[in-house]
């Protein structure tokens, strides 16, 4: 098999899976910090469920990554590649979907109807999304 960029087991590939872990957890952080009282109506965001599972994920491969480094192996069987094509297709697919879905509401809430009273906390949910999207 070619040996591509970001492949498994690479240094590129082990700072693409950290990048994945920083922007998924600035996501939870950033939404996280939310203190309005109507945090509770928000139940669109569920790209925070998403986004645990993704960090949890990205850890993981980090950690393979990591190790593959260490013992200099570049991750390139066919069942490896297949687990990590299936799980990566699986995630993107679910978190793009949980991102896109949470980027609607802060739209409808704040633009369409008017009811961004809170200031600062109706840019922690757009910088949330933002951070959810690029992860």
Known sequence: MKDFSGTPGTFLGLILR???LIFA???IASIATVTSPSFSNFTA????????????WSFVLALLDAYA???????????SIG????GDWGKSTYSLAA???SAGIPIFYFNDTGHCHFGEECRKYHISVAFAFMS
């Open 18 to 20: 950290m990048s994945q």
């Open 25 to 27: 957890a600035a996501s």
């Open 45 to 56: 965001f569920c790209f925070l469920c998403v986004s645990s599972v993704l960090i949890v």
């Open 69 to 79: 480094l260490v013992r200099k192996k570049i991750l390139l069987n066919p069942s």
């Open 83 to 86: 687990i990590l094509t299936i």
């Open 99 to 101: 991102a896109s879905a």
